[in-house]
């Protein structure tokens, strides 16, 4: 594998998009290019977020679109039909990463399966100070994280022990539950297979899960990334949940549907040339 595409969603929030993007530009391995995928930000907020990203050190691209709601995989499939490598790396832009996060996730990249990472919590006073203060969170060893365990401004600290799970990361498959797009990796052939998100997922609420899903119809399988790729998850008030219940019924739907793999409206209307037809 040679390069890694990063898709980092953000909405409205460049103080923490901030965090996320020095956490990147921080990275032991360099192998990869940053895709902004900015579901709706307001003009002064969009311009604040470009500005920071002329500090990147590795290709930087902004993909933007005019906010109609909560358009997350519509966002994602146009950052990724301007991808240019070959594994997809999906995290949220209110995520931070340490500094070998791209070289574990190039590690336990393998042909066939999808990663999905975990995650650590930050309370919402701790969220606060971080942002007040702009602390280098990446930057931060695992004595520290205890302490912040310890005074409660983190929800735990095993998902920041490194161990080396081998044969057990492929233990369940076929596990949709908890793949979430705020840390999940998977091969740009399989994304494209599946023709991406399903815009019909509308609103907050599963349409990751239901990406995860017809990607183990298609036959791709599920590769444990826990105690290896965690993310420091920033608090943040709950989004609309008003289409929750409508997209969790679509999803149940999907589960049953086990010969369902390409979505409706997906990925494919924005590729263009050699591309547009989807891999089979």
């Known amino acids: 594998m040679n390069l890694i595409s ?3 969603t953000t909405y409205n929030w460049p103080a923490a ?38 500090k990147s050190p590795v290709p930087i691209e902004y993909v933007h679109h005019e906010d109609h709601g909560f358009r997350a995989g519509t966002i994602r499939n146009k950052a990724v039909a301007s991808s240019q490598g070959e594994y997809l790396l999906f995290i949220d832009g209110d995520c931070v990463c340490r500094a070998d996060f791209i070289a574990r ?14 995650r650590v919590l930050l309370s919402e006073s701790f969220t606060q100070e971080v942002i007040e203060k702009h602390i280098p969170l990446h930057q931060r060893p695992l004595s520290y994280f205890i302490s912040l365990w310890r005074q409660k401004k983190i929800n735990r600290i095993s998902a ?3 161990l080396p799970l081998g044969g057990v990361r492929q233990l369940q498959p076929n596990k949709w539950q908890k793949a979430m797009t705020c840390n999940l990796a998977l091969w740009k052939d ?22 995860v899903i017809r990607l183990i119809h298609a036959g791709i399988k599920r590769k444990e990334g826990r105690f290896a ?15 929750q219940d409508l997209n969790y019924r679509r999803l149940l739907e999907r589960l049953e549907q086990r010969d369902f793999i390409v979505a409706t409206k997906g990925v494919s ?3 263009c040339g050699p591309d547009r037809t989807l891999p089979q």
């Open 160 to 162: 920041l022990i490194r």
């Open 17 to 54: 998009l901030e965090l996320c993007l020095d956490s990147l530009f921080a990275q032991q391995d360099k192998g990869f290019e940053i895709i902004i995928a900015d579901d709706g930000s307001t003009f002064a907020n969009q311009a604040l977020a470009q500005v920071y990203c002329a």
């Open 229 to 243: 790729v965690p993310v420091l998850h920033l608090w943040h008030p709950h989004n609309d949940k008003s289409k």
């Open 269 to 271: 209307q924005y590729l």
């Open 6 to 8: 990063v898709i980092i």
């Open 190 to 211: 399989d994304f494209l297979r599946a023709n991406g998100f399903d815009e019909l997922f509308e609103g907050w609420g599963f349409e990751d899960s239901d990406l």
């Open 105 to 118: 996730h190039r590690q336990l990249a393998e042909f066939g399966y999808f990663v999905p990472g975990n």
